[in-house]
């Protein structure tokens, strides 16, 4: 079967982030993922640090799609990146084109978001049955800090023999976010269930560049928990 089309990298995107940060015990993470060579978990008192996302990429960029992920903050040595073990979107395309560049592991799923007000998004993501796997509650906050801010989003990613780190980078307004989530007590997002978010931001609207510059090792990958 020929793998859908996608386009060259680097990627623009715009849209909106809805992140929430958490800080979990290492051996609470799924076992079975890998980490690129090298790259440890940060930890915090033991914890490692945690991301959720909801994404909204709007059209006007090189792709428009919902995509919810759960990011781990990573080392090596003196140098942090952002892990991603799981990531879910809308569009086949771009589940063909993270794969296949970033070593970013995507997989379809249904993905959906509303506007219930002009500030307040419901997003959420749903098994095959229907069941809600993940659902997000939203409310837009005040500007936590004034202006447009650029963040660094370096990946290191692990997929199919080959370790691949990316440069990447979000521009955007960093807003307040009052944030209610609910998982699913079945895998693969039940080590969430129960927990409660550290900090949670908007970045409205955002601008996305994704594979600005990035480099492949063939190389062996450490199987096991985020530990």
Do not use: C
Not at 6 to 14: A, S
């Amino acid at each position: 079967m020929t793998s859908p089309a996608f386009p060259p990298q680097p990627w623009y995107l715009g849209g909106d982030l809805l992140i929430s940060a958490w800080l979990l015990e290492s051996e609470a993470l799924p076992p079975a993922h890998t980490l690129p060579a090298g790259w440890k978990p940060v930890a915090l008192g033991g914890r490692a640090v945690v991301g959720t996302v909801f994404a909204h990429y709007s059209p006007g960029g090189v792709l428009a799609y919902e995509e919810f992920l759960v990011a781990v903050l990573v080392h090596r040595g003196g140098r942090l990146r952002v892990w991603i073990p799981q990531i879910w979107v809308t569009s086949p395309n771009s589940m063909a084109g993270g794969r296949e560049l970033w070593g970013i592991p995507k997989h379809l799923a249904d993905l959906r978001r509303a506007l219930t007000s002009p500030a307040t998004i419901r997003s959420s993501m749903h098994a095959p049955d229907g069941a809600a796997q993940v659902t997000l509650e939203a409310r837009l906050g005040a500007a936590v800090l004034p202006g447009q801010w650029t963040l660094p989003l370096p990946t290191a990613q692990h997929l199919d023999g080959v370790d691949t780190l990316a440069t990447n980078s979000i521009t955007s307004r960093i807003r307040a976010l009052r944030a209610t989530w609910t998982f699913a007590d079945e895998r693969p997002l039940s080590f969430l269930n129960g927990r409660r978010a550290l900090l949670s931001l908007a970045l409205v609207p955002a601008a996305i560049t994704f594979g600005r510059d990035v480099r492949r090792a063939r190389t062996h990958s450490v199987k096991g928990s985020a530990s």
